[in-house]
């Protein structure tokens, strides 16, 4: 079946780096993502990585995979006050398209 | 970069009407269209899947009778959420993939439309 799990929340301070976990249950998944949703607004997609990729860097995001344990992190360097924020992990099964969504970590900086 | 665009951003509607909720991709065509649904302080939840030139595809739990699905054209998705009840208020998020290569390329999402049944 196809699930993906997140921690639901993470604090840290300004400054210090934040790290976001995931796990996902569907091997096919080609790609995975990470999506920044702030109040009230739409997804913005943070970035994305490959399935045959282990890590992926961003200016102050990393994201890493773990294939075999399908785990997915995102870490932040430099947390801002800024990225305060609801962060979702997700993954496409298949090429099909379509994005199956974990519950969504909110991020609280302190600062 | 590529964008999707929601139209209305936020309705409000008296129970019993239906309301209409377009999604565009701006500068891509899009074959398919995705239609997710997210309740306060929850994740998404995809509600069907829009496939121009042909009917959508509902996801499990999702009556297609009352969420109608019509994907006109190559640029041009709309929901329309008929008989509209309090407990359909809820903010609807549509995306559009961008294929490059025959895979999937990357998603782009609308900034939703704010659904208010009074």
């Known amino acids: 079946g196809e699930d993906v799990e997140q921690s639901l929340f993470l604090s840290v301070r300004e400054g210090d780096s934040s790290v976001i976990n995931c796990t996902y249950t569907?091997?096919?998944?080609?790609?995975l993502y990470w999506y920044k949703q702030e109040p009230g607004a739409g997804l913005q997609l943070l970035t994305y990585i490959f399935s045959n990729m282990d890590m992926k860097q961003d200016q102050r995001l990393t994201v890493l995979l773990n294939k075999k344990d399908k785990h997915l992190s995102l870490r932040i360097a430099d947390t801002q006050t800024g990225d305060s924020a609801i962060y979702f992990c997700?993954?496409?099964?298949?090429?099909?398209?379509?994005?199956?969504f974990g519950q969504g970590t909110t991020l609280q900086v302190k600062p | 970069g590529a964008v999707v665009s929601q139209h209305p951003s936020r309705v409000i509607c008296k129970s019993g009407t239906s309301v209409k909720i377009e999604c565009r991709s701006l500068?891509?065509?899009?074959?398919?269209m995705f239609w997710y649904r997210q309740f306060p302080k929850q994740s998404l939840m995809l509600m069907a899947t829009?496939?121009?030139?042909?009917?959508?595809?509902?996801e499990q739990g999702v009556e297609k009778d009352k969420f109608l699905i019509n994907h006109a054209s190559l640029t041009l998705s709309t929901l329309t959420v008929t008989s509209a009840h309090p407990e359909d208020s809820s903010f609807y998020i549509c995306?559009?993939?961008?294929?490059?290569?025959?895979?999937?390329?990357?998603?782009?999402f609308g900034p939703g439309t704010r659904l208010t049944v009074l």
């Open positions: 995306s559009a993939p961008r294929l490059a290569g025959g895979f999937t390329d990357t998603q782009y």
């Open positions: 829009s496939n121009e030139g042909s009917k959508a595809t509902y």
């Open positions: 997700a993954e496409s099964p298949l090429t099909t398209g379509k994005l199956i």
């Open positions: 500068d891509f065509q899009a074959t398919t």
């Open positions: 569907d091997s096919s998944s080609t790609y």
